[in-house]
């Protein structure tokens, strides 16, 4: 029970100790017109004008957000955990408070005799700022732990890694209905993610670190959420108390900003990408391409670009063209052009041992260094062998690159690139100071000077990536049903983390694994229809079998549906190229789960395979072999464009039919660009 309120009553600290404190605690105040403190026997409670925040010792130190008197968020066991000496321990008891400055300090015993936690807790109008630190023993890491549950469904955190096969064959939405277990979440993670989550109690926490976590969430089912620092400096938090989970983004994006252009053009936006990955891995060569593309002209499958992906280069990181696989690639480059499509590259920093440029770049000083030994170039073991990463930190290197970059454009009429693995490893030391996030910072700086064609570039977690406005482009997915669902749930997850500009991954998959079947292409395509850029490989024409070298050839059915959802991705572009205006000025995602516009709608909440693109279009296409799927419809006036009906919200509509010809999609009549989606779709 509260017994004292710090804004309205003031005593000396010698007062309160005796009076409300346990044993040994004491308490000290000042007034403040930011929030309300008081305490009881056992706790202390800070109260803002939107929420309160608990802190209390019941057998652990624990802490209970609350708005309107409802819990949004609470701690779970072992809330303020630390490493030491090999060992995990964890704040137990109170010792001591005070109220000062507007920052709520709480001192506390630990399981580990002598060492102390203290944890600083400063509001603001919306959120409250979350600092801690262990002092009498050296921590290696620090991590706070949630009870998943106090929060209802939990999102945000980007690709996952999952037992079940994320982040390639799995994406669970929400998070708590699968296992996440991601040990090295960082800036310089392939995988795309940031520190961010939120929940469906409209609480949210972002970690402010460049080190890497170590984070879990349901891991092995116990119901927790594990946000572990592997650093042993002070542990940074905000969690953020809103009204709904899409305010919670926007306070987010406030923090690490709002893209300030689309690095994509209207014609990316509204036809495809085609990439050879899928189309034929890295079995790949001059005839080959020009063959790829004249099929997909012929056969009237249109797109804007024709990207030569991996294995055209001599040796990894040569930047010159093999020249038994590709004996004209000027003549090859032209060809393309001819066709009506721009011309691409696959690139990378990472220079193989066995390239030329390898010694020439380790001998200027061109490389990363070893994190052990710095007086050699660090070596990164990858798909395609063992390489060295040109240090975009080093001013010299980054020119040397560029100007190989730009030698191969010239020549070949390459009008534009596509960057892939990473940028940094930890297991290389950055130069000069640099981190894992100014890396991601220079890898923008470096992309930016460039057509990424819509392909996009994996870059993360920081200012700079958010604000450069980059395509997503996703991890490479399987071929398989599970890996379409999770494509889609995956751009659910990078959009609401503040990557607006997505795509699912080529659509039909690659992984190596056999082509997708007719039905799985034909329902990617019609999935991507409704994203915001459609990414393409694998031909509806026919392709190559990567397990056996056979040709598979698709039917005139495939290539007709094939068509029809480019053309309906097409009719829909002015209306996505207001989305990405409305992007650039508010933040918000294209791709967004149905509660981030309908919050009251509670069965939204869970819904997996159906999104809004922009306020007016709901897509709910068909992800599974069924012939049929239900589909909520939340509250509003909506248009069927299947069906040309009108149907009133919320419902849901049981069972309604899906051929393979139909793609489920309704607009919101009274929505902001209603007028835009009714003249794509009808």
Partial sequence: MRILSRKSVWLPAAALAATLLPSGAHGTTEPSAIAEVSASADAVSLDADAYSVTVRTDGHLALTTRRSGRTVLATGPTALRFLSGGTWQHATRITDWRWQNGVLTVTADTTLPGAHVEARLTPGPDRYQLDWDVTGTKATELGLTYDLS???????????????????????????????EQEDFSAASYQMVDPFWFTASSAGLYVDTGDTMDVSLNAGGDGLGRFTVESGATYRATVFVEPTPRAVYRDYIGIVG?????????????????????????????????????????????????QLDDKWESNYGNMTFDPKAYPDPRAMSDRIHDLGYDFGLWVTLWINLDSTNYRYA??????????ADPTKPCTVTWWNGTAGIVDLANPEAKAWYRSKLRELMDT?????????????D?????????????????????????????????????????????????????????SLKASVTQNLALSTIGYPFVGTDMIGGSLGQPPPTKEVLVRWAQSASY???????????????????????????????YREAIARHERLAPYIWEQVRHTLSTGDPIVRPLFFDFPQDRAGYTVADQWMLGPAVLAAPNLTQAPSRDIRLPPGTWYDVNRGRTIKGPTTLESYATSLAVTPAFVNLRAQGADLALRALR
């Avoid at 690709?159 to 699968?178: C, K, M, N, R, V």
């Avoid at 009008?415 to 940028?423: H, I, P, Q, V």
């Avoid at 915001?532 to 059915?557: N, R």
Wanted: proline letters at 4%; aromatic letters at 12%.
């Fill in 426 to 482: 930890d297991s290389c030391a950055g130069r000069g100071g640099h981190t894992r996030t100014d890396y991601q910072r220079l890898a923008s700086e470096l992309a930016d000077a460039y057509d990424l064609q819509g392909a996009g570039i994996r870059v993360h977690w920081g200012r700079a990536a958010h604000e450069a406005g980059f395509v997503t482009r996703q991890i490479d997915k399987a071929t398989g049903w599970d």
């Fill in 531 to 561: 994203m915001p850029l459609m990414y393409a490989s694998t031909s509806p024409v026919d392709t190559i079998d990567a397990t056996t070298g056979q040709k598979v050839d698709y039917d005139e059915e495939t290539v007709a549906l």
């Fill in 258 to 306: 709002k893209p300030r252009q689309s690095d994509a053009t209207y014609e990316q936006y509204a036809e495809p990408l085609w990439n050879s990955w899928a189309q034929f891995y890295t079995e790949v060569d001059q005839d080959k391409l020009l063959d790829y593309a004249t099929d997909l002209h012929d056969n009237g499958v249109d797109g804007h670009t024709v």
């Fill in 412 to 424: 070949y009429r390459v009008d534009g690139l596509k960057f892939d693995t990473r940028f940094f």
């Fill in 362 to 371: 380790a001998d200027h000083d061109y490389l990363l260094r070893d994190a």
């Fill in 150 to 180: 106090s929060a209802g469904h939990w999102y945000g955190h980007g690709e996952t890694a999952t037992p079940s096969g994320g982040p390639y064959t799995d994406q669970p939405w929400p998070l708590d209905s699968g296992r996440v």
